[in-house]
């Protein structure tokens, strides 16, 4: 009976681990997408002229709601695991998030713009979002990076 | 009409800016800083031209301001 008990305790927790761990890929392997998604953006912006304005709107759509997708999920996942990190973590944590969304913020200004913009005012609209783009991700890969270091911190003192 | 040193102040603190692209941002601190920069910083900013009240980044509108100033310093120092 013992037995019976320790084999399904066992089963349970390899189940879980495992759960977890596809959990962990599958997100990994959407973020990874949303890189590549974001970085052919950053490529082909360079390739859009004025008489392609929708296409580049919903190109940059795309990708933007992605991007606020995950930095919500970055957010959850930084109120998830408050309890278990230092100050310093918290605190450099929550310094990349501010940074990150003040970047988001500044690329809809831009974006604002050149939606707004005509065809003779398009280049430098284009070039203006595309520098504010180009900064976002970066600080969204500087977010990743501090984000999952402290993951790691947390999961080695385990 | 001359320019008053209020607009210098801010013309002084939009050129600090690496380039009209705003790619890089700036910060005024507010205790080093002197106190004509740290108003031109706030000035600029309920003009909407930088995106902070102590720097930040370009607005389109404050991009554009630098890309004029540029050009008006050009004209000048040539």
């Known amino acids: ?158 | 009409m001359p320019f008053s040193p209020d607009h210098i102040a801010e013309l002084n603190l939009l050129s600090q800016f690496e380039s009209s692209s705003g790619q890089a941002g700036i910060k005024v601190h507010r205790q080093d800083a002197a106190p004509e920069t740290v108003q031109a910083a706030e000035r600029l900013f309920s003009k909407g031209l930088i995106t902070r009240d102590d720097g930040g980044y370009l607005t389109p509108m404050g991009s554009e301001a630098v890309e004029l100033a540029q050009k008006l310093q050009s004209i000048l120092t040539t």
Do not use: H, P
Not at chain 1, 1 to 29: G, N, P, W, Y
Not at chain 1, 55 to 78: C, G, H, S
Not at chain 1, 130 to 156: F, I, M, P, V
């Open chain 1, 1 to 158: 009976m013992i037995l019976k008990r320790i084999t399904f305790a066992l089963l349970v927790a390899a189940s879980c681990t495992f759960a977890a761990s596809l959990q962990a890929e599958s997100t990994d392997s959407s973020v990874d997408e949303l890189k590549q998604q974001s970085q052919e953006l950053g490529e082909t912006l360079q390739d859009y002229g004025a008489d392609q304005k929708d296409q580049a709107e919903d190109a940059i759509n795309r990708t933007l709601t992605a991007l606020d997708k995950r930095i919500a999920e970055l957010e959850d996942e930084l109120s998830e695991n408050w309890d278990d990190m230092s100050n310093a973590a918290r605190e450099r944590s929550q310094e990349s998030l501010a940074s990150l969304r003040e970047q988001r913020e500044r690329v809809q200004t831009w974006y604002n713009e050149l939606k707004a913009s005509s065809a003779s005012a398009w280049e430098r609209a284009k070039k203006g979002f595309s520098d504010a783009y180009d900064a976002l991700s970066d600080q969204w890969n500087k977010t990743e990076r501090d984000l999952t270091l402290d993951q790691d911190k947390k999961a080695k003192s385990i």
